[in-house]
């Protein structure tokens, strides 16, 4: 809104009568010090005053007002509004040219401020709305945005910008935002709003718009594309690593179950070889059913279907129950957990599994030495930390032990690569994270933080059952 809006003639006019009854009494105190014809250029001071703040018009009639006051009170005879000396015509015909000159140069200077100040706001109205567009999460988000900051630019409330086609109502007025001849979306503006700012929105601000809008649009579209072949990139590669698996990690128990039944098929075969072969048969299925378990959970943590169902439970059990489910033996984990730490609200059976991944991990790099198991709670979060003494991660492998399928250099074999993002994955699952910490030549930490619910202070574990 321009100064001429917030300040109307009638206050420009009592200006200008309360300024030049200010100057007449400061002039006329000086009649015996100066000649009056040369006091004419003070009443200057009001038009130029009210020319600069409030317009050409009521400038012009400060210009006639003081004429008027500097006539009666300055040029003789004084106290009347008469002229003797023909020299004083020229004299009150010179200071009103003069004083019309001055308001219209004022109003002209004080135009091309505030379209100085206009064109300011205007640049900084289209950079704040290129910065949201170009750099916000989403369009509709970022519209909302701009939205706003072109009712604080105009003072018009409220204005909407919506990406889709809006007809004008009995409350807003539809202006088009249309780009190669397509309508991109629409903004809407009062329907009471002035002439003066619809016409600056609508000429000025809705070009920048509407070349924003279709950048910002273009943006996302690229995005999602981009995200699309990330995505397809991923299961590309992950398709590739099943099929390996497949060929690779099934075919290896499949083998050895099937060479082992061949051999037991023979009569002349010895009890003790007999034995061992169904040994053999039976240490291969259980690898060949913890594969299809492993692709199984790891198929549905990545199509999001691993929802947890929640219980009280005790993080003692769960750690108990992972080593006793694990593939090494259990003598392998030296568990030291307190009986008095907070019970958590998770699927027991998630963390068990992720819990069990992460020991037999550690089981196998731990060399002979045992894999050490201690808990702890501080504040809203309990931390599970499980330490081997092994060769340790290099540090570029730390974040890429978890993704499915990678091995890293020096692992031992039998792993499918698979656990450790299950591990993760259903430690995220239940609110939690899971890293790992390691000292190359000292050995790997992997530290589970799973969170505590807000009433678990109340609630402890004693002989593994979580009361309160």
Same mark, same amino acid.
């Given at each position: 809104m321009?100064?001429?809006?917030?300040?109307?003639i009638?206050?420009?006019?009592?200006?200008?009568?309360?300024?030049? %009854?200010?100057? %007449?009494?400061?002039?006329?105190?000086?009649?015996?010090f100066?000649?009056?014809?040369?006091?004419?250029?003070?009443?200057?001071?009001?038009?130029?005053?009210?020319?600069?703040?409030?317009?050409l018009?009521?400038?012009?009639?400060?210009?006639?007002?003081a004429?008027?006051?500097?006539?009666?009170?300055?040029?003789?005879?004084?106290?009347?509004f008469?002229?003797?000396?023909?020299?004083?015509?020229i004299?009150?015909?010179?200071?009103?040219?003069?004083?019309?000159?001055?308001?219209?140069?004022?109003?002209?200077?004080?135009?091309?401020?505030?379209?100085?100040?206009?064109?300011?706001?205007?640049?900084?109205?289209?950079?704040?709305?290129?910065r949201?567009?170009?750099? =916000?999460?989403?369009v509709e988000?970022?519209?909302?945005?701009?939205?706003?900051?072109?009712?604080?630019a105009?003072?018009?409330?409220?204005?909407?910008v919506?990406?889709?086609w809006?007809?004008?109502d009995?409350? &807003?007025?539809?202006v088009p935002?249309?780009v190669?001849?397509?309508?991109? =979306?629409?903004?809407?503006?009062p329907?009471?709003?002035?002439?003066?700012?619809?016409?600056?929105?609508?000429?000025?601000?809705?070009?920048?718009?509407?070349?924003?809008v279709?950048?910002?649009?273009?943006?996302?579209?690229?995005?999602?594309?981009?995200?699309?072949?990330?995505?397809?990139?991923?299961?590309?590669?992950?398709q590739k690593?099943?099929?390996?698996?497949v060929?690779?990690?099934?075919?290896?128990?499949?083998?050895?179950?099937?060479?082992a039944?061949?051999?037991?098929?023979?009569?002349?075969?010895?009890?003790?070889?007999?034995?061992?072969?169904?040994?053999?048969?039976?240490?291969?299925?259980?690898r060949?059913?913890?594969l299809?378990?492993?692709?199984?959970?790891?198929?549905?943590?990545?199509?999001?279907?691993?929802?947890?169902?929640?219980?009280?439970?005790s993080?003692g059990?769960?750690?108990?129950?992972?080593?006793?489910?694990?593939?090494?033996?259990?003598?392998?984990?030296?568990i030291?957990l307190?009986?008095?730490l907070?019970?958590?609200?998770?699927d027991?059976a998630?963390l068990?599994r992720?819990? &069990?991944?992460?020991l037999?991990?550690?089981?196998?790099?731990?060399?002979?030495?045992?894999?050490?198991?201690?808990?702890?709670?501080?504040?809203?979060?309990?931390? $599970?930390?499980?330490?081997?003494?092994?060769?340790?991660?290099? =540090?570029?492998?730390l974040?890429?032990?978890?993704?499915?399928?990678?091995?890293?250099? =020096?692992?031992p074999?039998?792993?499918?690569? $698979?656990? $450790?993002?299950?591990?993760?994955?259903?430690?995220?699952?239940n609110?939690?994270?899971?890293?790992?910490?390691?000292?190359?030549?000292?050995?790997?930490?992997?530290?589970?933080?799973?969170?505590?619910?807000?009433d678990?202070?109340?609630?402890?574990?004693?002989?593994?059952?979580?009361?309160?």
């Open positions: 321009t100064r001429q809006g917030r300040h109307s009638i206050a420009g006019l009592t200006a200008a009568v309360l300024s030049v %009854t200010a100057v %007449t009494g400061a002039t006329y105190g000086l009649r015996e100066a000649p009056p014809i040369s006091t004419g250029v003070v009443f200057l001071l009001p038009v130029l005053l009210v020319s600069s703040y409030w317009g018009w009521p400038g012009l009639g400060t210009s006639v007002l004429a008027a006051a500097f006539n009666f009170f300055q040029i003789e005879p004084t106290g009347a008469n002229v003797a000396d023909g020299g004083n015509w004299a009150l015909g010179v200071f009103l040219v003069a004083a019309t000159v001055t308001s219209t140069l004022a109003h002209a200077a004080r135009e091309r401020a505030e379209e100085a100040e206009r064109r300011r706001r205007e640049a900084d109205l289209t950079t704040e709305m290129a949201l567009l170009l750099g =916000g999460s989403s988000e970022s519209l909302r945005a701009v939205g706003r900051q072109i009712t604080a105009y003072g018009v409330d409220p204005v909407a919506e990406l889709r809006v007809d004008s009995d409350h &807003a007025r539809a935002l249309v190669d001849g397509e309508r991109i =979306g629409t903004v809407l503006v329907k009471g709003t002035e002439r003066a700012s619809l016409e600056a929105i609508r000429d000025r601000v809705v070009p920048a718009l509407e070349t924003l279709a950048a910002a649009k273009r943006r996302s579209e690229l995005e999602a594309q981009l995200i699309e072949t990330k995505a397809l990139r991923r299961s590309d590669a992950v690593a099943i099929l390996r698996a060929s690779h990690d099934l075919r290896s128990p499949l083998t050895s179950i099937t060479a039944v061949r051999e037991l098929r023979s009569a002349a075969l010895s009890e003790p070889a007999r034995e061992e072969l169904t040994s053999v048969a039976a240490s291969e299925a259980e060949l059913s913890r299809v378990e492993n692709l199984l959970d790891l198929s549905r943590l990545q199509a999001g279907r691993a929802e947890p169902r929640t219980s009280w439970c993080i059990e769960i750690v108990r129950a992972a080593a006793a489910s694990a593939s090494a033996p259990v003598e392998r984990f030296d030291a307190s009986d008095e907070p019970a958590l609200n998770c027991a998630q068990e992720a819990v &069990a991944n992460v037999e991990n550690s089981a196998r790099f731990a060399r002979d030495l045992p894999v050490q198991v201690t808990a702890g709670a501080a504040g809203r979060w309990l931390t $599970l930390r499980v330490s081997d003494h092994g060769s340790g991660i290099a =540090g570029d492998e974040e890429r032990i978890f993704e499915p399928f990678h091995r890293s250099n =020096g692992e074999s039998g792993g499918s690569g $698979l656990g $450790l993002a299950i591990a993760r994955g259903f430690v995220e699952a609110g939690g994270r899971l890293r790992a910490e390691s000292v190359p030549g000292e050995g790997s930490t992997f530290v589970f933080r799973l969170p505590l619910p807000s678990a202070a109340s609630r402890t574990t004693v002989g593994d059952v979580a009361v309160t």
